[in-house]
C-alpha cells in the first residue's frame, strides 16, 4: 500500500544551557555558557501506510512529541527528511497544513476566550471550509464528539474532556488527510476515554484518515493501533504489529492460585527457590488469591504450577495471556535486545 | 482580499470579547488617558516657561508631539500581540498553533489582538492636533492630505517592523519583551524635535533605529513645507527597508523556533 508518512532518519538536537548554581555560575554562563546538547530525536526512520492508525509510544522524554512536532512542520529537523502525502512540512508549509490536523492534549490549540461555536467559526475561515461543507461537517463532529452540551461556552470554562473533544473537533474540520495526535487522552476519564477512541476509530474508518497518536494509556494502543512503533532515548527499538510484539516478546507470564487456607501464603517462597530477581518475577496476594507474574526466559510454567502445587493446597488456578503492558514495561527497562 | 476579511473576523470576534469584560477595558483606556494627561501637563509646565526651543515653538512642539503619536497608537492598536510573542507565546511553545494553521504567521498572531488602550493615545492625539494646527501656518496643497496618510502608514511601519524584529529575537533567546521594552524607551526621544539632542542621539534615532522618520522628520515638513525628499522621502525608506528586515528575520526566526518541552 502507498505510504502517507515517510521519516527518514530524523533527528533532532536542542542545546541546553548549563548553569552551574549560584551567582557565580551565573556569571560563568553569562561569558562562557556551558552548552550541552540533547539529542531529542536521534535517527529514527519509519513509514505509515495511508489509512493506518499507528501508535507511537514511549517513556517520558523519549522523543515522540518532538517527532509530531516535525512530522507537523513546527520543528526544522537537525537533519533527516519527512514527507507526508508526497509534501515536506517545512517546505511550503502553508499549504501543507491543510491537508492535516493536529492536537497537543497538554496544550489547547483554540482561543482562549471564544465561545467554542464562534472558534470554529473562525477556523472555518482560516481553512476556508465552503458553508455547506462546514455545516455538513459540523453535524457530523457534533454527532461523533458530542459537542452539543457546551458548544455555546467559552473554552476557558470547559473542562478538561470537553475541551479535548473540542480540540479534536477543530483539527477535523477541514477534513484533514492525517491525524496528528500527541497523548489525546492525557489525563481523562474512563466515558470520555472511549468517545475519543470512539471518534478516532469512526473518521479513520469512514474517511481513511491516516492516525498517529502517541499515549502512555496502553488500551489506546490495543483498542485502536494495528501497528505501534516505539521509541526510548530518542531511538526507535520496535516498529511492528502488535501481534508481532506479543510472540515475539510475550514471554511474561501470569499465574493466579486460589489458596485453600490464605495464610499458606507465606509459605510460598519462589525467588529462593527458584533463584529469581524482582525483574525475573513478582508476587502479589489479594485474600486468598496469589498472583504471580514471572518471566518464562527465568523459570517455565511447569516449575511455577508443580512448586505451588506440592507446597500448598490450591483450590483454583488459571493461567492469564499475555498482558502487552507487561511486555512495555521490559521493554522500557531495556530487557529485550532489539 | 481572504485576509482582510480575516482581520474584520478576528476584530469582530474581539469585541464580543471585549463587551465581556467591559471594566477591565474602560480601566485600561482610563489608565491610559490618565498617563497622557500627566505627560501633557509635564509638556505644559515646561514650555510655559521656554517661550521656543531651538527655534521651535510651543505650538510646533505640541504637533510634533501629537504627530508622533499617530503612529505610535495605530502600531499600539493593531500589533499589540507582538509584545506576548517576545515575552511569552515563544518561550511557552504556545507558536505551535500559529504553525499549524494555513495562514501566514505573522499575520495570524497580530491580527489575533488588538489593543482598545490605544485609543487614549489617538484620543491626545486628536486633541493636540486639534490645537495645535489653527494656530500654526503651515503650508496645504492638494497632495498634503495624501502624504499625511503615506506618512503615517509607513512611520506605523517603523514601529510595527521594530516590534517584529525585537519580538522575533525570541525565536532564538525564547523570550525578548525586554529587548522591545528598551526599543520604546529611545522611541520617547522621538517625540521632541530631533535638533535638541547631542549628535549621538541624533544619530541613533535617524539612521539605526529610525523613530526620528515616525515623527520630527515628517511633521517638520508639514510645518514648514522644507525638505520633502529627506522628510517623506525618508520615512517610506525607512518604513520599507525595515519592514523588508523585519520579514526577513522573522522567517529565519521560524526556522530556529524550538518549541518548549511538555
Ligand atoms: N523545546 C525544547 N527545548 C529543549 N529540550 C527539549 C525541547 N523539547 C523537548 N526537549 C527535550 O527532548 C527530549 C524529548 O522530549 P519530548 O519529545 O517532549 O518527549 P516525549 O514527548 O516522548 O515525552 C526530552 O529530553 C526533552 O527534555
Ligand atoms: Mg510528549
Redesign the interface.
Known amino acids: 500500500m502507498e505510504n502517507m508518512i515517510y521519516a527518514d532518519d530524523l533527528r533532532k538536537e536542542f542545546k541546553k544551557i548549563i548553569k552551574e548554581p549560584g551567582i557565580k555560575g551565573s556569571v560563568k554562563a553569562l561569558f562562557k555558557p556551558h552548552k550541552e546538547i540533547v539529542k531529542a530525536v536521534d535517527g529514527i526512520t519509519f513509514s505509515v501506510p495511508k489509512g493506518e492508525i499507528l501508535g507511537f509510544i514511549g517513556p517520558n522524554g523519549a522523543g515522540k512529541s518532538t517527532v509530531i512536532k516535525m512530522l507537523t512542520g513546527i520543528l526544522t529537523p537537525t537533519s533527516g527528511t519527512c514527507r507526508i502525502n508526497g509534501k515536506i512540512p517545512q517546505e511550503d508549509r502553508k499549504n501543507y497544513v491543510r491537508e492535516i490536523g493536529v492536537v497537543f492534549g497538554q496544550r489547547t490549540q483554540l482561543w482562549w476566550d471564544l465561545a467554542l461555536r464562534e472558534t470554529y467559526a473562525v477556523l472555518k475561515e482560516i481553512y476556508q471550509v465552503p458553508d455547506d461543507k462546514y455545516k455538513k461537517r459540523m453535524d457530523f463532529l457534533n454527532e461523533v464528539l458530542e459537542l452539543d452540551s457546551f458548544i455555546t461556552s467559552p473554552v476557558r470554562t470547559l473542562s478538561l474532556g470537553q475541551r479535548m473533544r473540542a480540540d479534536i473537533a477543530a483539527s477535523l474540520l477541514h477534513s484533514p488527510k492525517v491525524l496528528f495526535l500527541d497523548e489525546p487522552t492525557i489525563g481523562l476519564d474512563v466515558v470520555v476515554k472511549e468517545n475519543i477512541r470512539n471518534a478516532i476509530r469512526r473518521i479513520n474508518a469512514e474517511e481513511g484518515t491516516t492516525v498517529i497518536l502517541t499515549t502512555h494509556d496502553l488500551s489506546d494502543i490495543e483498542l485502536l493501533c494495528e501497528r505501534i512503533v516505539m521509541v526510548d532515548k530518542g531511538k526507535k527499538v520496535f516498529d511492528g504489529a502488535i501481534s508481532e510484539l506479543k510472540r515475539d516478546y510475550g514471554d511474561v507470564r501470569t499465574l493466579n492460585f486460589e489458596l485453600v487456607n490464605s495464610p499458606d501464603f507465606k509459605l510460598l517462597d519462589y525467588k529462593r527457590r527458584f533463584n529469581l530477581t524482582d525483574d525475573d518475577i513478582s508476587v502479589e496476594r489479594d485474600k486468598g488469591t496469589v498472583k504471580v507474574r514471572f518471566d518464562t526466559a527465568a523459570v517455565s510454567v511447569e516449575e511455577i504450577i508443580s512448586y505451588t502445587l506440592s507446597t500448598v493446597h490450591v483450590k483454583d488456578l488459571n493461567i492469564k495471556d499475555v498482558e502487552i503492558e507487561e511486555i512495555i514495561k521490559k521493554l522500557y527497562r531495556r530487557e529485550v535486545r532489539v | 482580499m ?1 485576509y482582510f ?2 482581520h474584520r ?2 476584530i469582530a ?1 474581539y469585541l ?2 471585549l463587551m ?1 469584560y467591559k471594566a477591565d477595558f474602560l480601566l485600561g483606556a482610563v489608565g491610559l488617558l490618565f498617563a497622557q494627561a500627566i505627560q501633557l501637563i509635564f509638556i505644559g509646565i515646561i514650555f510655559s516657561q521656554i517661550p521656543d526651543l531651538r527655534g521651535w515653538t510651543y505650538e510646533q512642539i505640541l504637533f510634533i508631539y501629537g504627530f508622533s503619536l499617530i503612529s505610535k497608537s495605530l502600531d499600539h492598536l493593531f500589533t499589540d500581540n507582538l509584545w506576548m510573542v517576545g515575552y511569552r507565546i515563544i518561550r511557552k ?2 507558536f ?2 500559529y ?6 504567521t505573522l499575520f ?1 498572531v497580530i491580527a ?1 489582538n488588538f489593543c482598545v488602550d490605544a485609543f487614549g493615545e489617538m484620543l491626545t492625539c486628536v486633541l493636540l492636533l486639534c490645537v495645535s494646527i489653527p494656530k500654526l501656518n503651515m503650508p496645504f496643497h492638494w497632495y498634503t492630505i495624501p502624504l499625511w496618510i503615506v506618512a503615517a502608514i509607513f512611520a506605523t511601519l517603523i514601529y510595527t517592523s521594530l516590534k517584529i524584529i525585537t519580538a522575533a529575537i525570541a525565536f532564538w533567546t525564547k523570550s525578548s519583551g525586554h529587548i522591545t521594552h528598551m526599543l520604546y524607551m529611545a522611541n520617547d526621544f522621538s517625540k521632541y524635535p530631533v535638533s535638541i539632542y547631542n549628535r549621538f542621539v541624533q544619530i541613533v534615532i535617524t539612521y539605526i533605529l529610525p523613530f526620528a522618520f515616525t515623527a520630527y522628520f515628517p511633521a517638520s515638513y508639514f510645518l514648514t513645507g522644507k525638505d520633502p525628499l529627506f522628510c517623506i522621502g525618508g520615512t517610506v525608506v525607512a518604513g520599507s527597508l525595515l519592514f523588508a528586515l523585519a520579514l526577513f528575520v522573522w522567517n529565519r526566526g521560524l ?5 518548549a ?2
Open positions: 481572504r476579511r480575516l473576523i478576528f470576534q464580543k470579547k465581556e511553545g504556545d505551535d498553533k504553525l499549524t494553521r494555513p495562514i501566514n495570524h489575533e526556522k530556529a523556533y524550538e518549541s518541552g511538555s
